[in-house]
């Protein structure tokens, strides 16, 4: 059998060129490059990441990967972005082109087992809704028996759309195109009558991409969970860490009241918890193997967690907190002890 | 050592030699491999296949549901890409020999229309070609309340195009096997017609004969069915059309700019086969009378054929390996499905082996037919 699969793989392989040899221990690679390669989305979707007027990217995604740069770096603009679109997330991610795959992907069992990859996090909690032009007249997703559907290939959306069709015992068409840009057109030229993604990201779409946001509506359902969240190779644990514990810090400095703008005056603050995570009190950096300034930097340079969202998402989509509020206001961001 | 000096010995050993390392470097490869991604906990082997697909697929040849396998998605895909490099092949064909006639036509008009069309389409990258068309259609064509209605119950829409069909009825089978029947008896009318031009001199109207022929068998097959006549038609409900025969704007889009785009390097080896004919020939065939038409169909197209068929090959090899553009307007051929396999269940290079062998199998059988329609046209040396 070993024989068979080696042979097959050598076929394959006489005409794809694999990508060189991935190193186990990206920390290391990533301070001898001097920066973090980061895998974002790039369709464009404001809130997430996109390029601004300044030809600089930013949203809540890009801000993990600044908050990783500033990490290890002490400088959140030591990052390269690899725009990716949904199907190329992964294989870029596995093959060692990208460092970090933060572009709104969704955290599922057979993703964080059989590709070979972790999951860091949750830096957003979503859910799969459905936008529809007014005209049609249809207030609910129970109602789309028969209609013809946009979605992205290779994301979770395109599942959960075919078992929420099949469950409710609804026909539909699905026309799949690659390009997010692609899709969106499709739909707003009418080839579908239905568009659906991450909610977020249809209230994203419905500011930039569609001329006339009024004549279209998102219905109300929401027919998924999707905790998405930033993803690192399997198997390389210390960066890992360093990416769990860089949003994690961000996270922490909200329930603090650290902010950008006062870190410096917490400096002096007299609370051990703050003293700790702002490297007052030495420990934690060393034991990331990081400047004991880790997580200052991250503050400082990008923001807690609550800053991050109010700039992207609450600014430029209008979501509010929701789910993703603090746990201690009702939400489910809860930053475990950093100590 | 002596034999080291012999010709045909060095040349075996250097044979052998080269296929030992090349085999050697292509099992380094993949042993490599296997062992990276198998320190990097990424799934392998063809296991993958068995499990529920769980994704939708727009357009399907044969019965699909989400519930189905991964294998049988990517039989679908396979279909699908089949079927569009078949129409492709053929539709292209066609347009491609009438455009490469064309080319060489005595008036100016037809010359003109001919090269404009060659030039234009043969100097643009399929790519863009493909978004063209399907942006053309989602955007032009009007959404399926308001459908476009040339002809009763034809509708076209932003959604594709909706005919009526029969709906069906056994008749249909015993139709499609009389008409196989009405080919066959159609070729031996052309062997008895030609038989009897080559005795007598008598010309016998094969091409009407033949149809004829065929179509008559159909037709007595239908009466003799129960003549049918409940029909399909495609009428508004719910979101859009339902019911007729559709195609959808992605297959439009694909085939149109497929067969558009392959025609034009078609025509141009039509007409290089055409040029390649020599003058001779042409006057030789005008002294004896013949006229324009019959000239270019007996004596001109058959040797042109000759120095055709090669490089035609060449293009309906490319016309099926660019099928795979249909990524990017959403048909769903093998490329597209095996995709999103590869993307569900984190598989790539599983995945690209499919497709690979996919289309080096198409490849290798129209190359396999067309060698063999070269023989068969070749120049028989008596």
Not at chain 2, 9 to 22: C, G, S
Not at chain 2, 171 to 188: D, E, H, P, R, T
Request: charged residues 15%; glycine residues 8%.
């Amino acid at each position: 059998m070993k024989v068979l699969k080696t042979l097959a793989v050598a076929s394959a392989l006489t005409a794809t060129a694999m990508v060189g040899a991935v190193s186990a221990d990206t920390v290391d690679d990533v301070k001898k490059k001097g920066f973090v390669q980061c895998g974002v989305n790039g369709g464009n979707l404001t809130g997430f990441s996109s390029v601004n007027d300044k030809g600089v990217w930013e949203g809540i995604d890009v801000d993990v990967c600044r908050a990783v740069a500033a990490a290890v770096f002490g400088d959140a603009s030591k990052v390269k972005y690899t725009p990716l679109t949904a199907q190329q997330r992964f294989t870029a991610l596995q093959s060692g082109e990208i460092d970090i795959l933060s572009r709104n992907t969704t955290w599922t069992l057979s993703r964080d087992t059989k590709l070979g990859l972790n999951f860091v996090g949750v830096n957003f909690y979503d859910g799969q809704g459905f936008m529809i032009k007014k005209a049609l007249g249809v207030k609910s997703a129970k109602e789309l028996d028969g209609a013809t559907v946009c979605v992205e290939p290779g994301t979770t959306t395109e599942l959960n759309l075919a078992d929420y069709f099949r469950a409710n015992k609804m026909a539909f068409k699905p026309v799949v195109i690659e390009n997010m840009n692609e899709v969106v057109a499709a739909y707003l030229a009418g080839r579908c009558d239905v568009y659906t993604t991450d909610a977020s990201g249809l209230a994203s779409q419905r500011m930039t991409s569609v001329p006339n946001p009024d004549d279209h509506i998102i219905l109300p359902e929401i027919i998924s969970k999707e905790p998405l969240g930033p993803v690192v190779r399997h198997g390389d644990d210390k960066w890992m860490d360093i990416a769990r514990w860089s949003m994690t810090a961000m996270v922490e400095a909200e329930e603090k009241g650290i902010t950008s703008k006062n870190v410096d005056a917490m400096l002096k603050s007299n609370d051990p918890g703050i003293k700790r995570l702002l490297g007052v009190t030495a420990g934690l950096g060393e034991a990331l193997g990081l400047d004991e300034k880790w997580a200052y930097n991250i503050i400082k340079q990008v923001g807690n967690y609550g800053e991050s969202y109010e700039m992207h998402i609450k600014a430029k989509l209008g979501l509010d907190r929701g789910v993703n509020d603090l746990w201690t206001r009702g939400g489910l961001m809860y930053a475990n002890p950093a100590r | 050592m002596e034999h080291l000096n012999d010709e045909g010995v060095r040349a075996i050993l250097y044979q052998v030699l080269f296929v030992l390392l090349a085999g050697m470097a292509v099992w380094y490869l993949a042993s490599n491999t296997i062992s990276n991604l198998e320190k990097q906990n990424v799934a392998t082997g063809f296991s993958f296949l068995n499990l529920e697909a769980a994704f939708g697929i727009s357009e399907t040849m044969v019965d699909y549901e989400p519930s189905d396998t991964y294998a049988h998605a990517l039989y679908v895909g396979f279909l699908n890409t089949v079927k569009v490099s078949a129409y492709g092949i053929i539709f292209t064909s066609i347009i491609g020999v009438i455009f490469g006639i064309a080319r060489l036509s005595h008036n100016l008009l037809v010359r003109s229309v001919a090269t404009v069309y060659v030039d234009i389409f043969r100097n643009i990258p399929i790519l863009l070609q493909l978004m063209f068309w399907y942006a053309l259609i989602i955007n032009v064509f009007p959404h399926p309340k308001k459908a476009l209605n040339p002809f009763s119950d034809v509708f076209l829409t932003n959604r594709g195009i909706y005919v009526p069909i029969p709906e069906p009825h056994p008749a249909y089978m015993w139709m499609l096997i009389a008409a196989v029947v009405g080919c066959i008896g159609a070729y031996f009318l052309k062997k008895w017609a030609d038989k009897r031009q080559a005795e007598t001199g008598q010309p016998f109207p094969t091409i009407i004969a033949g149809f004829g022929v065929v179509f008559g068998c159909a037709l007595f097959a239908y009466v003799i069915g129960g003549m049918p006549t409940a029909i399909d038609t495609p009428a508004l409900k719910g979101f859009g059309l339902r019911g007729g025969w559709n195609m959808s704007p992605e297959f439009v889009a694909l085939f149109v700019g497929l067969t558009v785009y392959t025609s034009t390097y078609v025509a141009e080896i039509v007409r290089s086969g055409i040029l390649a004919v020599p003058k001779g020939q042409w006057e030789a065939a005008e002294s004896l009378g013949l006229k324009r038409s019959y000239i270019l169909r007996h004596v001109v197209l058959p040797q042109s054929m000759r120095v055709a068929i090669p490089p035609l090959t060449n293009q309906f090899l490319n016309l099926t390996k660019n099928s795979s553009l249909a990524v990017a307007i959403g048909y769903p051929d093998i490329v597209s499905v095996a995709n999103t396999t590869m993307n569900q269940t984190g598989q790539a290079i599983e995945a690209i082996l499919i497709f690979m062998t996919v289309y080096l199998t198409l490849s290798i059988l129209t190359s396999l037919f067309m060698n063999w329609f070269n023989a068969k046209m070749a120049l028989v040396e008596r």
